[in-house]
């Protein structure tokens, strides 16, 4: 984790400095003199060199220190720390919906409950259709047309409660807000869906596959044997031998979502940094999308480690 986290900095690092945009004359104007241009130069230490510039960048990242927007000319720790409580909710809930959305689909079909057919139908034909297409089409049947669901941002309640975690339905809960939790839920619905379909059918399609190979086992059989029902297996004997593979492509597919999140933001107009990075990008605010691609970056990395250490616990043969 540690070495996969230093490279993702070293790239980032190396692509600011192999941009043709000069930070410099970004901060201080095009028409900058040139003794103000060295003196800026000095404050930043871009006139060090290139290995103790790389030093002090890891030293500003240890100690929070992401840069300065050129757009916004805020800190990014700033920017990034209102931004990211936004898009963590927003993945938290997609990945709670695709590991719900994954288990139905993988033991409905294994179990062959009636109807689950026509549910695995609606998954795929969801996961095929590509995450923008879907959002907008969530928002044209259940916004313009039912009126059931609130097409875009994270909350219609004006002053909503703003800590300790940032996240509105946490923080609606700890305030005793209950209609802060409810319309919270009912903004995340759409994007965090049409965020989790897809991953939901990979998950579940890998998990599927585990369960039926593990339900032709011997213990499998022998439980069997003893009396018990199919569910019974499935709950006391098989579940936990097949949940690694699932595992593994949950860490997968949670940087796939990262990846998604970017795209589902700009959709539904959420505060998140998704939509900071849309706004970054055409005036060329480097720092803003390096910031914002290690912070994704290091996220998917701490995702996996705790996915590993899921599957640890999960079958004891397996060395942490």
């Known amino acids: 984790m540690v070495v996969i986290i230093l490279a993702l900095t070293a790239v980032m690092f190396g692509l600011q400095k192999i941009s043709p945009l000069d930070p410099v004359h970004a901060m201080l104007g095009q028409s900058a003199s040139a003794q103000a241009v060295a003196a800026e130069r000095h404050v930043l230490g871009l006139d060090q060199p290139i290995t103790a510039q790389y030093l002090h960048y890891l030293a500003g990242l240890f100690h929070g220190d992401l840069g300065t927007s050129y757009r916004t000319r805020n800190p990014l720790s700033s920017d990034l720390g209102t931004a990211f409580p936004a898009t963590a909710e927003l993945t938290l809930y997609g990945l709670i919906f695709a590991l719900i959305l994954a288990v139905l689909l993988a033991v409905a079909t294994t179990l062959r409950w009636p109807g689950a057919w026509l549910f695995r139908l609606i998954l795929f034909v969801g996961a095929s259709t590509p995450p923008f297409l879907l959002a907008i089409g969530g928002i044209l049947v259940f916004f313009v047309n039912l009126g059931w669901l609130p097409a875009t941002g994270r909350t ?83 579940i936990r031998n097949a949940i690694g593979p699932a595992l593994s492509m949950t860490g997968l597919q949670a940087g796939l979502m990262f990846g998604g999140v ?58 942490v």
């Open 156 to 238: 219609s309640i004006p002053n909503p409660p703003t800590g300790p975690t940032g996240l509105l339905t946490i923080d609606g809960l700890l305030a005793g807000q209950f209609n802060v939790v409810t319309d919270a839920l009912s903004h995340l619905l759409l994007p965090a869906l049409a965020l989790a379909i897809g991953p939901a059918v990979s998950i579940g399609r890998v998990l599927r596959s585990s369960l039926v190979s593990e339900l032709r086992s011997d213990y499998a059989r022998t439980a069997r044997a003893k009396g018990q029902r199919e569910r019974q297996v499935l709950i006391r004997h098989v």
């Open 262 to 319: 970017l795209v589902i933001e700009q959709v539904f107009s959420w505060p998140g940094m998704g939509q900071y990075m849309t706004q970054s990008i055409p005036v060329a605010d480097f720092p803003a999308i390096a910031a914002v691609t290690l912070v994704l970056g290091i996220g998917y990395v701490l995702i996996n480690t705790v996915v590993d250490l899921l599957q640890a616990a999960a079958d004891p043969r397996i060395d």
